[in-house]
């Protein structure tokens, strides 16, 4: 990207970001951080986690307790801090609280809904506030079938004009695909529609039964690892970086296939680890898992170790996050891949997988049960 097209926040991340990315420490800080601004939204989208509503909740953080948080979070050094919602656009002091972390020195990034909130001036005042990317939602290639998962004629239209209106703001765009057993197999023909429309990210979210998901049927085990073998093979050869999301077990396949490349046991360059993007919003070292280099603070400011796993550690209106992330018992215990059970416990690939802790939690109630959405076996 040219040095002119990067946001002020951006630019002035040059040079700073490297120092941090090498010496961060998940117990002590995370990589990224979601906060839910609001659980308000237009839309009904059948895999949604937040169950999101119409109306904003009364009991919502305010706008001072929003900056105070951010405040606490710029303890942690220079987190990316993810602003997502329901749709974040829904709360009128979104890009205060924007400009305020990214004075802070936090990463920002943006998923707002794909309604008529998106316009050319709200995408300009979000690069203006700071934020350095925009995500936005699609599942399918069609208007016909991404309408009917998001409850909402017209959705996919008003996305591509969301993306048309970021990009023009000079904002890098992402989108995220929700990806369950009904979606598995229009996954190629999204290729060509992320590369037209230049995207620098595509973060695929392998669903996890929570919130409205629930009623959707995961991918099985073996179809887990079709899709991600597809998407290891497409890495490299489009011009944007893939993201498994809730499937770290792409890591161990990653890592599987390096080494019968000879490429020798490292995972920098096999599974995005330390991709580095011109917006700052660079990729870990190391493999991020549900309390361990993240952490979720919903719109009551309730923390748990992710969206989709929903065990509250604790609450920011009582606790500070970044004495609830390194010291709440849940979150010391999801750092400690020695207590994982059944064939996560005994695998080899434990300490950079761990497999999906929110996705063994949706299925059998134990956050340190085995991924059942892993087909490997150990020895
Ligand atoms: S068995 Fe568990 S830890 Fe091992 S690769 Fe599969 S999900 Fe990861």
Same mark, same amino acid.
């Given at each position: 990207?040219?040095?002119?097209?990067?946001?002020?926040?951006?630019?002035?991340?040059?040079?700073?970001?490297?120092?941090?990315?090498?010496?961060? +420490?998940?117990?002590?800080?995370?990589?990224?951080? /979601?906060?839910?601004?609001?659980?308000?939204?237009?839309?009904?989208? #059948?895999?949604?986690?937040?169950? =999101?509503?119409?109306?904003?909740?009364?009991?919502?953080?305010?706008?001072?307790?929003?900056?105070?948080?951010? +405040?606490?979070?710029?303890?942690?050094?220079?987190?990316?801090?993810v602003l997502t919602?329901?749709?974040?656009?829904?709360?009128?002091?979104?890009?205060?609280?924007?400009?305020?972390?990214?004075?802070?020195?936090? @990463?920002?990034?943006?998923?707002?809904?794909?309604?008529?909130?998106?316009?050319? #001036?709200? !995408?300009?005042?979000?690069?203006?506030?700071?934020?350095? @990317?925009?995500?936005?939602?699609?599942?399918?290639?069609?208007?016909?079938?991404?309408?009917?998962?998001?409850?909402?004629? $017209?959705?996919?239209?008003?996305?591509?004009?969301? !993306?048309?209106?970021?990009?023009?703001? $000079?904002? =890098?765009?992402?989108?995220?695909?929700?990806?369950?057993?009904?979606?598995? #197999?229009?996954?190629?023909? !999204?290729?060509?529609?992320?590369? &037209?429309?230049?995207?620098?990210?595509?973060?695929?979210?392998?669903?996890?039964?929570?919130?409205?998901?629930?009623?959707?049927?995961?991918?099985?085990?073996?179809?887990?690892?079709?899709?991600?073998?597809?998407?290891? +093979?497409?890495?490299?050869?489009?011009?944007?970086?893939? *993201? %498994?999301?809730?499937?770290?077990?792409?890591?161990?396949?990653?890592?599987?296939?390096?080494?019968?490349?000879?490429?020798?046991?490292?995972? &920098?360059?096999?599974?995005?680890?330390?991709?580095?993007? %011109? #917006?700052?919003?660079?990729?870990?070292?190391?493999?991020?898992?549900?309390?361990?280099?993240? !952490?979720?603070?919903?719109?009551?400011?309730?923390?748990?170790?992710?969206?989709?796993?929903?065990?509250?550690?604790?609450?920011?209106?009582?606790?500070?996050?970044? +004495?609830?992330?390194?010291? /709440?018992p849940l979150f010391?215990?999801?750092?400690?891949? /020695?207590?994982? *059970?059944? *064939?996560?416990?005994?695998?080899?690939?434990?300490?950079?997988?761990?497999?999906?802790?929110? @996705?063994?939690?949706?299925?059998?109630?134990?956050?340190?049960?085995?991924?059942?959405?892993?087909?490997?076996v150990p020895a």
């Amino acid at each position: 990207m040219d040095e002119r097209t990067l946001t002020p926040g951006a630019r002035a991340m040059r040079g700073e970001r490297d120092g941090w990315l090498a010496r961060i +420490d998940f117990d002590m800080a995370p990589f990224t951080i /979601a906060w839910e601004v609001t659980r308000a939204c237009a839309y009904a989208c #059948d895999h949604c986690r937040a169950d =999101a509503q119409h109306r904003r909740d009364p009991r919502e953080l305010t706008t001072a307790e929003g900056m105070a948080l951010i +405040d606490d979070l710029a303890r942690f050094g220079r987190p990316i801090l993810v602003l997502t919602g329901g749709d974040p656009l829904m709360r009128p002091d979104l890009f205060d609280l924007a400009a305020h972390a990214d004075a802070a020195g936090l @990463r920002v990034s943006l998923t707002p809904t794909a309604t008529a909130l998106v316009t050319a #001036d709200r !995408m300009a005042r979000a690069r203006d506030a700071g934020i350095r @990317r925009v995500a936005f939602s699609l599942d399918a290639p069609t208007a016909e079938v991404h309408d009917r998962f998001r409850g909402f004629a $017209g959705s996919f239209e008003r996305t591509v004009r969301g !993306m048309r209106a970021a990009g023009d703001a $000079g904002l =890098a765009l992402q989108v995220n695909t929700t990806v369950y057993a009904d979606n598995a #197999d229009s996954l190629a023909d !999204m290729v060509p529609l992320l590369q &037209e429309w230049g995207v620098v990210q595509w973060s695929v979210f392998f669903l996890v039964p929570t919130g409205r998901g629930a009623r959707l049927a995961m991918l099985d085990a073996d179809g887990h690892e079709r899709v991600l073998g597809w998407l290891h +093979d497409l890495t490299g050869t489009v011009g944007f970086d893939i *993201k %498994a999301t809730a499937a770290p077990h792409y890591r161990r396949i990653a890592l599987q296939r390096a080494a019968r490349a000879s490429l020798g046991d490292r995972l &920098e360059g096999v599974a995005g680890a330390g991709f580095r993007y %011109a #917006d700052g919003l660079d990729r870990p070292m190391k493999g991020v898992n549900d309390g361990r280099g993240f !952490m979720f603070i919903s719109h009551t400011g309730d923390v748990t170790p992710s969206g989709f796993l929903p065990i509250v550690a604790g609450n920011v209106r009582e606790a500070g996050a970044v +004495d609830i992330y390194r010291d /709440a018992p849940l979150f010391r215990e999801l750092r400690d891949p /020695a207590l994982l *059970k059944g *064939k996560c416990g005994r695998c080899g690939f434990k300490e950079v997988c761990g497999g999906s802790r929110a @996705r063994a939690y949706g299925v059998t109630g134990d956050h340190l049960a085995e991924d059942p959405s892993c087909v490997y076996v150990p020895a």
